[in-house]
């Protein structure tokens, strides 16, 4: 197993910033080859969203011998079809979800720290006018959320004055006056992608593709059944087992664990749709409509706007999320009661969906069911331990909370770790020296990648710090020029990408590249989506057959 015993360094906010996660295993492959997988491990990990792969990151650290199994691809659920917000949740502080938005709010600067390359502050902008929530009632809800956790890097909230303000260009003009308030934004199939990378670096196997299809209790163990996609099967014990799958957790655990469940799972699907840029501008909006529900409008990418979501009710987990045209309709209704610019659904370039797993609580309303989570822990024979529910933000301290509750079942007695410590990528000392404060410090990393790479095009050197961060020197090694990255398979993707995508992040066919590694997808046209598909093909075989797409991307292209 990797040592972990990494050393400790001050930044100048005055927190304690864990180095980079074993620096010299970075040109160590991650993922591993056909049938060395262990027959052993302590924990088996199902599920490759973000909670499994926190969780087994986690573990990790602290030495257990992990082993997580993905059934499709990374992040191709519901961690890839998020809103991408890391959030306390403004609008839970209307049902006295006090306590989950501070939670939320505190991991908001954490992660920030650890991953400044693929999260960065918004501020968002809410637009009033009279027929909304009272102004003393979004006054004193901004107040809350500026006071419930420590703020040191993103701004608090204020009131703005639309009127002739470059926020309010866009917007209709019966709108003068409105809120800014920060939250956080981040790339969530890039943030699932990195803590599997950072499990494996501290002594984890990843398997994607490979579906947990039966465990059993067997004289305190559990003995597991996997299945690759090529249909072969593997055995494997484990001391204790980790449900981290998300909307199929109480599948999972009537049809493989054969565990009776005592919790329900209230399914609500979420769909978001991208369009061309509204605006010009780096705020985001959150728009107040009639049903009370909020949608946000999200600066995407440079050239488009991603506006989401809807709450819908999703009976059948068997059934693929696919967003209905009734939401894009909507979601484009909302929009344009806010945007002088109609937004219609034939400007739609893209959209996904996803499938909350929330905690059945018993409200009516789908918006109103909580967020949080909850974790149960079933020790009666062999460890077993199911999450329930959950929101992207909360990843890290979920993923804490498990591995404190699992530890004494499985004899672990290393204490917390990942408070303070970096995503694979997010230590950019190496490049800018000390850390400042994240968002500025990426600036300073573009720059000194920029100054270090100047036959290289800024833009495409932006697109792989904002993705790769410190880790960019694996996909651009000694390169000098275009020519030195391989062919360059389609506008922007050159092949020592591609190479680098394989080797450490489990991509396997094109759709891992284009809509889950990156978005670059949504640049290209369809021929040119073709030709990374036919590279993969060619270089990789048949092994990656597509992951569900969580994406549809329209005719446009
Ligand atoms: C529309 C939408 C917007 C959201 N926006 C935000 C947001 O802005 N901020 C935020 O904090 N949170 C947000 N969330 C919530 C957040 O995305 C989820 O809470 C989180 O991603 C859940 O992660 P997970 O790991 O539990 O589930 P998943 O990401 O779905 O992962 C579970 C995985 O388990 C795998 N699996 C299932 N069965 C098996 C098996 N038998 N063997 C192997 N693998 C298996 C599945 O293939 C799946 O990949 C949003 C959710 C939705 C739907």
Redesign the pocket.
């Known amino acids: 197993m990797t040592d972990c015993a990494v050393p400790l360094r001050t930044g100048p906010l005055g927190r304690q910033l864990q180095a980079s996660a074993v620096n010299t295993a970075l040109s160590t492959p991650t993922t591993t080859p056909a049938g060395q997988a262990p027959t052993h491990c302590d924990v088996l990990v199902?599920?490759?969203?973000?909670?499994?792969?926190?969780i087994a990151r986690d573990l990790a650290g602290r030495g257990q011998r992990v082993l997580l199994?993905?059934?499709?691809?990374?992040?191709?659920?519901?961690?890839?079809?998020?809103?991408?917000?890391?959030?306390g949740?403004l609008r839970y502080l209307e049902y006295y979800e006090f306590a989950m938005v501070r939670k939320?709010l505190i991991e908001r600067e954490r992660l920030l720290r650890g991953a400044p390359h693929i999260m960065s502050p918004l501020r968002f902008v809410m637009p009033h006018n009279p027929s909304m929530r009272p102004t003393w009632m979004i006054r004193a809800g901004l107040f809350l959320y500026d006071h419930l956790a420590r703020r040191e890097v993103l701004p608090g909230s204020t009131a703005i004055d639309l009127r002739g303000s470059p926020i309010g260009a866009p917007l209709k003009k019966s709108f003068t006056k409105g809120f800014v308030y920060s939250d956080g934004w981040?790339d969530?199939a890039r943030l699932?992608v990195l803590n599997a990378v950072d499990a494996v670096q501290r002594g984890a196997t990843v398997l994607t593709r490979?579906?947990?299809?039966d465990a059993r209790r067997e004289a305190g163990t559990w003995r597991v059944t996997?299945r690759h996609e090529d249909g072969r099967t593997q055995e494997l014990s484990a001391r204790a087992l980790v449900n981290?799958?998300?909307?199929?957790?109480a599948?999972?655990l009537a049809d493989?664990a054969h565990v009776p469940q005592h919790k329900a799972l209230r399914l609500?699907?979420?769909?978001?749709i991208v369009v061309r840029k509204m605006f010009d501008h780096d705020h985001a909006y959150l728009f107040q409509n009639p049903d009370k529900r909020i949608i946000f409008a999200i600066p995407f990418l440079g050239d488009f706007t991603l506006i989401?979501?809807?709450d819908v009710e999703h009976r059948d987990i068997g059934t693929p999320?696919h967003i209905d045209d009734s939401e894009i309709n909507y979601l484009c209704e909302q929009a344009s009661r806010y945007f002088e610019r109609p937004v219609k659904p034939a400007d739609v370039v893209w959209s996904y969906?996803?499938?909350?797993?929330l905690l059945e609580d018993g409200k009516g309303n789908a918006a109103a069911v909580t967020?949080d989570?909850f974790l149960d822990l079933d020790t009666r024979q062999a460890p077993l331990l199911t999450?329930w529910?959950?929101?992207?933000?909360?990843?890290r301290k979920l993923a804490e909370e498990v591995v404190d509750l699992l530890a004494p079942a499985i004899g672990l007695k290393q204490p917390a770790w990942t408070e303070n410590a970096f995503l694979p990528g997010g230590d950019l000392n190496a490049w800018i020296g000390a850390a400042e404060r994240p968002d500025t410090d990426f600036e300073r990393f573009v720059l000194a990648l920029v100054a270090r790479y100047p036959k290289l095009a800024p833009p495409l050197l932006r697109r792989l710090a904002r993705g790769y961060g410190a880790r960019v020197n694996l996909v651009l090694g000694s390169a000098e020029q275009n020519a030195d990255l391989g062919a360059e398979v389609a506008p922007g993707l050159f092949e020592a990408e591609l190479k680098y995508l394989h080797q450490h992040e489990w991509a396997r066919c094109a759709d891992d590249v284009l809509w889950r590694r990156s978005k670059l997808g949504l640049f290209l046209t369809a021929a040119q989506r073709e030709a990374v598909a036919a590279w993969c093909t060619a270089h990789w075989g048949l092994m990656g057959t597509p992951?569900p797409a969580n994406g549809e991307a329209a005719a446009w292209s």
Request: glycine content about 18%; aromatic content about 6%; hydrophobic content about 35%.
């Open positions: 199902v599920g490759g969203g973000v909670n499994g792969v926190g199994c993905e059934r499709d691809d990374l992040a191709s659920h519901t961690s890839g079809s998020s809103t991408k917000l890391i959030h949740g939320s981040v969530d699932v490979c579906a947990c299809v996997l981290a799958a998300g909307p199929w957790a599948q999972f493989h609500v699907k979420g769909s978001h989401g979501t809807t999320a969906a996803g499938v909350r797993p967020r989570y999450v529910g959950g929101k992207l933000t909360a990843f992951a």
